[in-house]
């Protein structure tokens, strides 16, 4: 029912930066919580980030603290990862995902709604 929709990806030097974005719709975005996560080939798919329904609070993997910045628009129904100081390690599928409910963190478990994802590639 949730449709997710990323786009920003696309290939970037190391140093360099990228916006991605999730237009979501389907239901309640203002109610919900949003996560980004990522999955590099042969990998499993690791959390990045996280914000809850208001965007009043956030969390981010270890990874990405200091460089990842997780945003959202609810008027827009959109959610966005600004990535800076970008690493060939930041390499991946990136994934927006949309959560059960108000507030959500890193476990797989807590998200209900999937997008099809967008390549992010980090040259060195």
């Known amino acids: 029912q949730v449709q997710l929709v990323e786009s920003g990806g696309g290939l970037v030097q190391a140093g360099g930066s990228l916006r991605l974005s999730c237009a979501f719709s389907?239901?309640?975005?203002?109610?919900?919580?949003m996560g980004w996560f990522r999955q590099a080939p042969g990998k499993e798919r690791d959390f990045v980030a996280a914000?809850?329904?208001?965007?009043?609070?956030?969390s981010y993997a270890d990874s990405v603290k200091g460089r990842f910045t997780i945003s959202r628009d609810n008027a827009k129904n959109t959610v966005y990862l600004q990535m800076n100081s970008m690493k060939p390690e930041d390499t991946a599928v990136y994934y927006c995902?949309?959560?059960?409910?108000?507030?959500?963190?890193?476990?797989?478990?807590?998200?209900?709604?999937w997008g099809q994802g967008t390549q992010v590639t980090v040259s060195s």
């Open positions: 914000i809850s329904y208001s965007g009043a609070s956030t």
């Open positions: 995902a949309a959560a059960r409910g108000y507030y959500s963190g890193s476990e797989l478990t807590q998200y209900n709604g």
């Open positions: 389907g239901r309640s975005f203002s109610s919900t919580a």
